[in-house]
């Protein structure tokens, strides 16, 4: 099974720019790299998708280097309501059958 | 508000005890999935249905057993369960697995299940 790798947690103060970096060294070929947030008793929420280079919506941006074994999720002027866990996601090949893999998420706690 | 919505959402139930849980999505998606989240662990992925047909078990317990009637519900049937089954399930849609690796899933709120 493919793996990813994320830190456990971060701390940021209100109005500062947060990177949450995701290690997936074993990502496919063909396969996108989706991040989602998650506030608790609640079920994730998609952020935002890449493939390379980078993506930037609303929210945030990906940033995703040209071996694409790695992400990083940047968020601009962090609030406390972003406060949450982040979990990136590739699609993985593992023998037959495709396996979705969600990383041990990074819980962000952002304070004032 | 995703689109997903899941009933209960809370349930206890003892080991002997036989319980559904439901998933609903209202978004038009053809693909519906079954996670696991405990406390501390990843989410884990047990079962994917794309247009009613199962095509992914990840070695989940028999005492789950998953029922997909149309693209629009999805159950999970608990039998037997153990006390480390207590943990958050949680269901998602997304439009169809031709290429799910692009696939945005919308997630339910979950089902807080406590087996006692």
């Known amino acids: 099974l493919a793996k990813t790798t994320q830190p456990i947690s971060m701390d940021s103060y209100e109005g500062q720019e947060v990177n949450i970096t995701c290690s997936h060294n074993n990502i496919a070929t063909n396969d996108y790299i989706t991040w989602y947030q998650q506030f608790p008793s609640q079920g994730p929420r998609f952020i935002i998708q890449g493939y390379k280079t980078k993506v930037t919506n609303e929210v945030a941006s990906l940033f995703i280097p040209a071996d694409r074994k790695s992400s990083t999720l940047s968020l601009p002027r962090v609030s406390l309501s972003d406060t949450a866990v982040y979990y990136c996601?590739?699609?993985?090949?593992?023998?037959?059958?495709?396996?979705?893999?969600f990383g041990s998420g990074t819980q962000l706690t952002v304070l004032p | 508000e995703t689109g997903v919505t899941q009933t209960p959402r809370h349930l206890v139930m003892g080991m002997t005890n036989k319980k559904s849980l439901k998933c609903e999505q209202h978004?038009?998606?053809?693909?519906m999935y079954w996670y696991k989240q405990s406390a501390k662990k990843p989410l884990e992925l047990m079962f994917v249905?794309?247009?009613?047909?199962?095509?992914e078990n990840n070695s989940v317990p028999s005492r789950f057993s998953p029922e997909c009637p149309n693209s629009s519900h999805l159950f999970l049937h608990l039998h037997t369960l153990q006390p480390e089954d207590s943990a958050l399930y949680l269901c998602?849609?997304?439009?169809?697995?031709?290429?799910?690796?692009?696939?945005?899933?919308?997630f339910g709120p979950g089902t807080r299940l406590t087996v006692l």
């Open positions: 978004l038009g998606h053809n693909a």
């Open positions: 998602a849609s997304s439009q169809e697995l031709a290429n799910w690796s692009t696939d945005t899933q919308y």
């Open positions: 996601l590739v699609g993985a090949l593992s023998g037959s059958a495709r396996q979705l893999t």
């Open positions: 249905y794309n247009f009613k047909e199962q095509t």
